[in-house]
Every structure is written in C-alpha cells, then in structure tokens.
C-alpha cells in the first residue's frame, strides 16, 4: 500500500510540475490555462499527446521540439522533476498530516514563480490568492479557525513590515527596492509560518540569493535577480527543518 502511495505521489507531482511550469509562462504572457494546448514556444506548433508526457518525453525528445528542434527550456524539465520528487518526499517526511498540505501548496507555488519569476520577473497575484486561501483551507481543517484569524493577523503584519522596508529602500538607493510581488508573497509566507519563521525564512532566501547572485553575476550584470523563488525556498526549509532550525532560533535569541 505504501508503495503504491509513493508511485501515485510521484505521478501526480510530475504531472502538477508539467501543469504549473506551463502557467508559469502562460500567466505572463496572458496566454489562456485552457486554450490553445499545449505548443511549442518557437514553432507555435501544438504538441501531440506523446510529446507532452512529464519528464519522459523531455529524455525522448532531447530536450528539443520534434518540429523545429528548438530547444525546450531546461526550468519546465526542473518544475517536473520538482514534483516528482517533493510531493512523494513530502508523505515519507509527513505523512498526510497538516505540513504535508502546506509544503504540497509551497512546492507548487515554487514551481510557477520559478518560471514566472526567473523568465518574466513576474509573480501573479492569482496564484498567491489560490496560494493563501489553499493555506487558510489547511489552518481551518487542521488548527480550527482561532489559529486561522491569528494567522491572518500574522500575514497582514508582515505585509505591512515588507511595504514599509520596500519605502525605506527605495528612498535609500533611490529606486524600486523590493517587488511588490515579493511583498505580497511574504504575506502568504506569514501565513503559513507565523510572524519569527517568516523572518528567518527572509534571512535564508537572502544569504541563498547572494549566493546565486555571485554564482551568476556575469549573467546578471544589472544586479537585477528574481527574489521570489528564494523566498519560497527559504519557506520551504522552515517547513521541511523547521524542527530542528526553530528551537535552535529561538533557543539562540532567548525567544
């Protein structure tokens, strides 16, 4: 039975992972979910049925459009396996407890704002909406609503917090400091997190982004790097360690 779970997990997150790393170029390309199907970005010519399987025909195909051979980019090949990986870890680390649905509603949001943020700079606002309310779902089932409101309190300060840093900086260096998707997505970080593992989950994504940025500085010469997708990152280590990184923390800062 268990390892019938795991298979059914790692399908349906290949299959999300396809799905959302399609929306994460549609949103921003004001390309409808449904319609056309699936195509080629080059070409514009639809995909047949067998040219669309999550991660096997990427492997088959490799890695180009059996039409024109353009290449497809490596980030959908990545969202699927993101999926594939993250929604069957997430059962053998949670089972079908109440973090299990929150790193479940984080690994899919990371999986649209890596290509939405990456390629376009551009985090939607429908997906933080679907996002947060799929969070409150998760709050209320599992924490009874009490939880819920204090939750929302949470997500309001923070949001709060981040529009007041974002003026700060922009009066600082004199141009736009902070995104207002990225301020809005740490409103939905708070939450699921609460207003200190926010914090911490902001101190990650930072120190991870100052990594990438040195790593890649060369292709990033106008020091301009997508923060979304380490923010989700970063939450999503406070879900997956939160165990552990927490107490140290707050054990750390007399909390």
């Known amino acids: 039975m268990e390892a019938i779970i795991y298979i059914w997990l790692a399908a349906l997150g290949a299959i999300f992972g396809s799905f ?54 490596v980030i959908y090949f990545i969202c699927e396996l993101i999926g594939l990986v993250l929604f069957p870890m997430n059962y053998y680390l949670f089972k079908f407890d109440m973090n299990f649905f929150l790193a479940t509603i984080f690994d899919c949001l990371l ?43 949470y997500a309001l300060v923070l949001f709060l917090v981040m529009l007041g840093l974002k003026f700060l900086g922009n009066s600082m260096f004199g141009r736009e400091s902070l995104g207002d998707g990225d301020i809005k997505l740490m409103a939905v970080i708070g939450l699921a997190l609460g207003i200190f593992n926010s914090f911490v989950t902001l101190f990650f994504a930072s120190v991870i982004a100052l990594v ?22 970063g939450a999503m280590l406070l879900i997956y360690f939160g165990s552990v990184i927490t107490p140290y923390l707050t054990e750390l800062f007399s909390l």
């Open 20 to 73: 959302l790393g399609c929306m994460g170029y549609r949103i921003p390309n004001k390309i409808k979910t449904t319609y056309p199907s699936s195509f080629c970005s080059n070409c514009k010519k639809p995909l047949k049925w067998y040219m669309n399987i999550p991660v096997f025909s990427y492997i088959f195909l490799h890695g180009k459009c059996a039409y024109c051979k353009s290449k497809i980019g």
């Open 111 to 153: 999986i649209v704002t890596i290509v939405s943020d990456f390629l376009y700079y551009y985090i939607s606002d429908r997906v933080l909406i679907i996002s947060g309310l799929l969070i409150l779902i998760v709050l209320y089932a599992f924490e009874g609503p009490t939880e819920m409101l204090y939750s929302l309190a």
């Open 212 to 233: 990438f940025s040195l790593i890649t500085i060369k292709k990033h010469k106008d020091g301009v790097i997508p923060f979304g997708p380490f923010i989700i990152f």
